[in-house]
């Protein structure tokens, strides 16, 4: 039975929209949660990809770019972050194409000199440097970036911070 008190689905969806752009799957899921009727939330999604108001293609694109760009994310938390999103793998990986490798690497060494920046440690001492290397590592991987790029990031860092010590 349709929901006859409150707002309907398509009010709901655009109220959602209205927020930020959402995945197909989000407003979906959302839709659910409020017990729509599938058959009413399945009209609504397609009424709102016939409007152009949500295209997971786009969608993917312009989380990845924000994203990355100004909140310094990696591929490997953009891609858990997406797939929480329910878009699909194949278009995840064509938004991540986008990403250049380089401005990636770049994005990833201006963080790790930022927080070795920040940090009153000693790089001469042993001890110091092993907590910033777990620090920098830290850092980069709650951030995103994989594994091998953390590692490199993180001991040119500190060539860089011990040679300006």
Same mark, same amino acid.
């Given at each position: 039975?349709?929901?006859?008190?409150?707002?309907?689905?398509?009010?709901?969806?655009?109220?959602?929209?209205?927020?930020?752009? %959402?995945? %197909?799957?989000?407003?979906?899921?959302?839709?659910?949660?409020?017990?729509?009727?599938?058959?009413?939330?399945?009209?609504?999604?397609?009424?709102?990809?016939?409007?152009?108001?949500?295209?997971?293609?786009?969608?993917?694109?312009?989380?990845?770019? =924000?994203?990355?760009?100004? =909140?310094?994310?990696?591929?490997?938390?953009?891609?858990?972050?997406?797939?929480?999103?329910?878009?699909?793998?194949?278009?995840?990986?064509?938004?991540?194409?986008?990403?250049?490798?380089?401005?990636? %690497?770049?994005?990833?060494?201006?963080?790790?000199?930022?927080?070795?920046?920040?940090?009153?440690?000693?790089?001469?001492?042993?001890?110091?440097?092993?907590?910033?290397?777990?620090?920098?590592?830290?850092?980069?991987?709650?951030?995103?970036?994989?594994?091998?790029?953390?590692?490199?990031?993180?001991?040119?860092?500190?060539?860089?911070?011990?040679?300006?010590s």
């Amino acid at each position: 039975m349709p929901e006859t008190t409150g707002p309907s689905a398509w009010d709901v969806a655009l109220r959602l929209l209205g927020v930020r752009a %959402r995945s %197909r799957a989000e407003i979906a899921e959302r839709l659910a949660r409020r017990e729509f009727e599938p058959d009413v939330i399945a009209e609504v999604l397609d009424r709102l990809s016939e409007s152009g108001l949500i295209d997971d293609d786009d969608f993917a694109q312009e989380w990845v770019t =924000s994203r990355h760009k100004y =909140s310094g994310r990696g591929r490997v938390a953009l891609r858990r972050e997406l797939r929480t999103k329910g878009v699909a793998e194949e278009t995840i990986e064509t938004a991540l194409a986008e990403i250049d490798p380089d401005d990636e %690497r770049a994005q990833a060494t201006a963080l790790a000199q930022k927080k070795l920046a920040s940090s009153s440690l000693d790089l001469s001492d042993r001890n110091d440097r092993a907590k910033a290397y777990r620090r920098l590592a830290g850092l980069l991987g709650r951030r995103g970036y994989p594994p091998e790029m953390v590692s490199s990031v993180v001991a040119e860092t500190l060539r860089a911070g011990a040679a300006d010590s």
